[in-house]
């Protein structure tokens, strides 16, 4: 029997999903899937062009999606920190309770790898390439887990899902380190974080 795919994904009217870099790769392919299942769905992207040219790709690819493009670069705090005031001052406005869940896309052919490949001459970019073509998935394969975690019933706190042989597959509940699940490192990475994104989340309850 065939693994969860997109066309599982529930429908989505009524919920709007903030993607970040999606105007490619497995970004691109979530934010694609989630509107064609009616969420309203926002870009956010570094480039404008990029993100521009990725809300009219998609609006071609599903007609009628709810979708907009929004600034945002991720290495840039300034960026990221004008971006969460927005997306905090919607969740305020919607009355929402957000539950956190986390996925991996395994091993996906993308532009993640065109830095390894650009000088196909080379031993370690013929060795890259050819996992690519045989071992990776597609974009729309890596983009699952993803689609998984944001939309499958029941799936609840805390959750994490990855591809069914780590690499590749349909989506399943992954595997987890240990340590993963140690609040007293995760209370130290999230110390750190807010120290170094000078972002505080001081409301939540630990
Ligand atoms: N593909 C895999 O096998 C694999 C495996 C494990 C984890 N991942 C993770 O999955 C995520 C998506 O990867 P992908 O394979 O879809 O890669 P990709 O095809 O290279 O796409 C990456 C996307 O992220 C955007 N991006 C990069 N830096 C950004 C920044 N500073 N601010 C905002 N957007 C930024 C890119 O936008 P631009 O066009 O502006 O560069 C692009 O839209 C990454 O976090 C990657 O590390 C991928």
Redesign the pocket.
């Known amino acids: 029997m065939p693994g969860w795919n997109a066309t599982h994904i529930p429908d989505q009217s009524g919920r709007t999903a903030v993607v970040?870099?999606?105007?490619?790769?497995?970004?691109?392919i979530t934010a694609r899937e989630l509107a064609r299942r009616g969420a309203s769905v926002v870009l956010?992207?570094?480039?404008a062009a990029?993100g521009k040219a990725a809300e009219i790709r998609l609006r071609a690819e599903v007609p009628g999606a709810e979708v907009e493009f929004i600034a945002?670069?991720?290495?840039?705090l300034a960026s990221v920190r004008e971006f969460t005031h927005e997306l905090s001052r919607r969740f305020a406005a919607a009355g929402s309770a957000i539950t956190a869940a986390a996925a991996?896309?395994?091993?996906?052919?993308?532009?993640?790898?065109?830095g390894a490949t650009q000088d196909g001459g080379t031993l370690y970019a013929r060795g890259v390439a050819l996992a690519n073509d045989v071992v990776?998935q597609p974009?729309t394969g890596?983009a699952l887990p993803t689609l998984y975690a944001a939309t499958a019933p029941g799936v609840g706190q805390d959750a994490f899902v990855g591809p069914r042989f780590g690499w590749r597959g349909a989506p399943v509940r992954s595997w987890r380190a240990k340590w993963t699940l140690d609040d007293k490192s995760g209370e130290r990475l999230w110390a750190a974080s807010e120290k170094l994104t000078g972002v505080s989340y001081a409301s939540l309850p630990r």
């Open positions: 970040t870099g999606a105007n490619g790769g497995i970004g691109y956010a992207c570094r480039s990029r945002l670069d991720l290495a840039d991996h896309p395994g091993y996906a052919s993308t532009n993640l790898h065109a990776a974009a890596g």
